[in-house]
């Protein structure tokens, strides 16, 4: 279904799905994830290694929780921007960093509203599949990177081992039901499923990370494949 909509489409629907999944988020995270999203998050952010001068861009940041780890990990960091675009995804975010010196913006991945080399670091966790143009999106992050900015993008991704990879598949096949039984929302689960299974593997989004003209791209499986950080270099 994804596969024929059109970009504009694409990117109302998914805004509706967060729109519906906001209040459950970071519950139904922990529940079809087994709470193992948790883990993914900290190695995500055990990657990287800042100082008080930097910048850092947290994109398509959700409820926050990319950030609070940073925050949590960087206690003093002050140069930290969230932004999403979706709003009550960012009213989560809001909650959950009340306290925090941060600045939070409404925009879409697609126009960011940065001038050019501003970042240090932009964060990318679990956004890229949702964006209704992936090609755009990456150049927009390449260009609100400085000369020898990194960025650090997590995603669903390729499972190596076969007999683990039929295992996943298989949870991917009921989790529309878990869905319609946890959250009472069976399309945003047949949703993630899809995108999931349309997203580039390992190598496809390596090569789209150099199509666009990333340097020095290192790819680190998390869980055999189930998800995996790409790092590129501007
Ligand atoms: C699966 S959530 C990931 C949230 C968080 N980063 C995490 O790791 O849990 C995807 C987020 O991408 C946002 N999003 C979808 N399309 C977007 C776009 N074109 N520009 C910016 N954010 C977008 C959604 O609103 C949602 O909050």
Same mark, same amino acid.
């Given at each position: 279904m994804l596969e024929n909509l059109s970009k504009l489409e694409k990117s109302k629907y998914v805004n509706k799905i967060f729109s519906? %999944?906001?209040?459950?988020?970071?519950?139904?995270?922990?529940?079809?994830?087994?709470?193992?999203?948790?883990?993914?998050?900290?190695?995500?952010?055990?990657?990287?290694?800042?100082n008080e001068n930097q910048s850092v861009l947290d994109l398509a940041c959700g409820s926050g929780?990319?950030?609070?780890?940073?925050? #949590?990990?960087?206690?003093?960091?002050?140069?930290?921007?969230?932004?999403?675009?979706?709003?009550?995804?960012?009213?989560?975010?809001?909650?959950?960093?009340?306290?925090?010196?941060?600045?939070i913006i409404c925009n879409?991945?697609?126009?960011?509203?940065?001038?050019s080399n501003y970042f240090d670091f932009v964060l990318l966790s679990f956004g890229?599949?949702?964006?209704?143009?992936?090609? #755009?999106?990456?150049?927009?992050?390449?260009? %609100?990177l400085k000369k020898n900015g990194y960025f650090y993008c997590m995603e669903f991704s390729q499972v190596n081992k076969p007999n683990f990879r039929g295992l996943v598949n298989?949870?991917?096949? %009921?989790?529309?039901?878990?869905?319609s039984i946890f959250a009472r929302n069976k399309d945003a689960y047949e949703y993630l499923v899809e995108s999931i299974k349309l997203?580039?593997?390992?190598?496809?989004?390596t090569k789209k990370f150099e199509y666009i003209g990333f340097r020095e791209i290192e790819c680190f499986d998390i869980?055999?494949? %189930?998800?995996?950080?790409?790092?590129?270099?501007?």
């Open positions: 519906n %999944v906001s209040k459950s988020y970071d519950l139904m995270n922990d529940i079809m994830s087994f709470g193992s999203h948790r883990l993914w998050k900290k190695i995500f952010i055990d990657f990287i290694q800042l929780d990319i950030s609070e780890l940073l925050l #949590k990990k960087y206690p003093y960091f002050e140069n930290l921007i969230l932004s999403d675009k979706n709003l009550l995804m960012l009213d989560l975010a809001k909650k959950r960093l009340k306290g925090y010196k941060t600045r879409s991945a697609e126009n960011l509203p940065f001038k890229l599949r949702n964006f209704s143009d992936m090609n #755009k999106s990456l150049s927009e992050i390449k260009r %609100v298989l949870y991917y096949d %009921v989790l529309p039901k878990l869905g997203f580039p593997n390992q190598i496809e989004l869980f055999d494949g %189930v998800a995996s950080i790409h790092i590129g270099k501007k």
